[in-house]
């Protein structure tokens, strides 16, 4: 098995001989409508990674995503799990930037493209199987599990790009996770940040989050982050407040919580103001990733799918970067043309397209007034016990996580 870790340079900032080309990306930006994915970058922008393998920010630290299982207490269980949840936030969102000089354009996944790996560390063994479920609209979807611990999240998302003529990039993050925990039979719906795109005029792209996003548990509370960005009175960027109260008594709070989602938060009991406990990723292990070596994996994962492309984009090699996305683009193409003649639809490996949303899933989205967009996402995602089983190697045989059980109606309270 080898780690994950990429080239931890593929550029920054814009280089002299690449100006023309990021003046005319900036102008095709004013002008642009459509699908994000579809857009073509200059070369020092493009990244070696593709979208399918970003499920596994969710879960770097694996020690504070099982924690909440280990709690009793319904409401410190809450707070364990928003804990978790803004851990993961400078992984999904600042790692790149700060690794890389600047955000990069990520490999638009392809129809059935595949990111499999595990965790392996004082948490147990956390395994995850990431799957890109839909190409129109792009769609990841994901399942992540620690047996040991009796944890496993589930979701899905897409992405809808909108643009304006201040070189602005706003990106809606369409879809939701949901975490159960399996001793206390419950449930986390969780909403996912939007999100912009800053320094596109310097040539070194980064994220910053705004608005809000809810987490919704079955047990009753509730937790409602709001991102602030770079505030006019603390000039701190990624900044961010959140509170967790039932979901009755929106106006009293339990728990707050208040930092900087990239670099550090501090929470408090809500009445005595007291400091309960601090985050600091600077002080948080990350449990690397490992995948299979790359001629042990299947053909449709990502890293010996995309590993011409990649060698080529970090050779700096754009003709030859081109010629071997045309393969795989015409591959594609080719395989939609002949299940469109068969009259049948490609079949996904380890995920299932829902005829509804799970019972639990509708009422805790309900519960913030939320929309599931299917629409947008191609359906409702869930990940199918029975096909992993019947996952022939390369695959893992342990890729078996139990399926999300929908849980009655009476007990998802």
């Given amino acids: 098995m080898s780690s994950s870790t990429k080239d931890a340079k593929e550029g920054s900032a814009v280089p002299a001989k690449s100006k023309g080309s990021w003046t005319s990306f900036l102008k095709s930006i004013a002008s642009f409508n459509g699908d994000l994915s579809s857009m073509t970058a200059p070369a020092f922008i493009l990244s070696t990674t593709s979208l399918v393998e970003f499920s596994s920010y969710w879960t770097e630290h694996p020690s504070v995503f099982v924690a909440p299982a280990a709690e009793k207490d319904p409401a410190k269980r809450c707070l364990l799990v928003l804990k978790w949840f ?24 392809f129809l059935g493209e595949l990111f499999l790996g595990k965790w392996a560390d004082e ?13 129109h609209p792009p769609v990841t979807a994901y399942s992540i599990w620690n047996e040991k611990a009796g944890i496993r999240l589930q979701g899905y998302n897409a992405q809808k790009a909108s643009f304006s003529r201040t070189i602005n ?40 989050l705004n608005g809000q996003s809810y987490i919704q548990s079955s047990s009753g509370y509730t937790a409602k982050i709001d991102y602030s960005g770079r505030g006019w009175l603390s000039g701190k960027s990624n900044t961010f407040s959140a509170s967790l109260y039932p979901e009755d008594k929106k106006k009293e709070p339990v728990y707050t919580v208040e930092g900087q989602w990239n670099n550090g938060f501090t929470i408090k009991d809500a009445k005595g103001k007291e400091t309960l406990d601090s985050y600091d990723p600077a002080t948080t292990k990350v449990t690397p990733l490992t995948i299979p070596e790359i001629p042990e994996q299947d053909h449709f994962e990502s890293r010996r799918a995309w590993e011409k492309v990649a060698n080529a984009i970090k050779a700096g090699d754009m003709d030859t970067t081109s010629t071997q996305k045309s393969i795989i683009e015409n591959r594609q193409r080719a395989m939609r043309k002949q299940e469109k003649e068969e009259g049948r639809e490609w079949e996904r490996r380890f995920f299932t397209k829902s005829p509804k949303a799970p019972a639990v899933l509708e009422k805790l989205a309900g519960k913030l007034g939320e929309q599931l967009n299917e629409g947008q996402t191609g359906g409702i995602w ?20 139990p399926i999300y059980e929908e849980v009655p109606a009476a007990a998802a309270t």
């Fill in 123 to 135: 948490a147990g063994e956390t395994q995850l199987v990431s799957e890109q479920v839909s190409h």
């Fill in 382 to 401: 869930v990940f199918d016990t029975n096909k992993a089983k019947e996952a022939k190697p390369p695959f893992h045989p342990d890729v078996t996580p």
């Fill in 169 to 208: 990039v706003k990106l809606q993050q369409i879809g939701h996770a949901l975490l159960h925990i399996d001793e206390y039979n419950e449930d986390y719906f969780i909403t996912l940040p939007s999100l912009h795109i800053e320094g596109l005029i310097s040539g070194s792209p980064f994220v910053e």
């Fill in 86 to 109: 803004l851990s993961t936030l400078k992984q999904q969102y600042a790692s790149r930037s700060e690794k890389l000089g600047s955000e990069k354009k990520p490999l638009n996944p």
